[in-house]
């Protein structure tokens, strides 16, 4: 059964995709910023404009792969980095489906059901897309998943811009203090080293005070519960 796209019946969907197509778009902003940060390259930019979010993830993973070791990158938290590529894909992909697919208020043949741990909503539609090579993929949605989508991918956007932030004060901070370390505390930011070196070292920070900070040793103590006396940064760390 087929159903004109200007029914009624589908007022509760235009506003839920229009909240994803925004929300995507901002993922997408965020993650083109920080593989244009991975590239290390003000004029890199031109390589990334335009492209897509795939092409994206599978250039930032493959440039962690390459700066991974790399003494400019010592102190980067590469697994954030990694955790967010992946996610941005799972999330994309979903989104793919909803965006291009084609909406029906019901659907005879074989679909696939929501989850049952999913929300309890009652605006449920049927949405396929088609396949390279093969049947269409057609699945049950309800309104409350995609604004659920939407929110996960504006969440994402968010905490990838969080990790380029941060990214971006380490790699000035590790680059000045290696470059002028006779200058002690001018022009680079200590805390964002320490947090550095404690993920780095696996221990976690006590205090955030500027004098426990300065001397770096006592601020720090061990995460794990291997009963293990309190560890400490090295002195030349």
Known sequence: MNFAANSSEFDDL????????VNSSFMEGCLRNFVHWLALSDDAWILFAGQSVDWLIQSGK?????????????????????????????????????VHGDWRLQYRDDYEPRPRNSPADNRVFFVARSRLRRDASVRQVA??????????????????????????????SWNNLRNRPSEGFVDWDPVVMLDALARKHGVKRRSSRFTELHSGAEDLEDQGDDGQAPRTMPADS
């Open 14 to 21: 235009y506003p839920a995709l229009g909240r994803l197509v």
């Open 143 to 172: 309104v409350v998943d995609i604004e659920l989508l939407a929110d996960q991918m504006r969440e994402l956007g968010e905490e990838i811009e969080a990790a380029t932030q941060e990214g971006a004060r380490v790699r000035y």
């Open 62 to 98: 493959a440039m962690l792969g390459e700066l991974d070791g790399a003494d400019e990158f010592n102190l980067q938290n590469i697994e954030r980095f990694q955790a967010a590529l992946g996610r941005a894909k799972a999330l994309n992909e979903h989104r793919n489906h909803l």
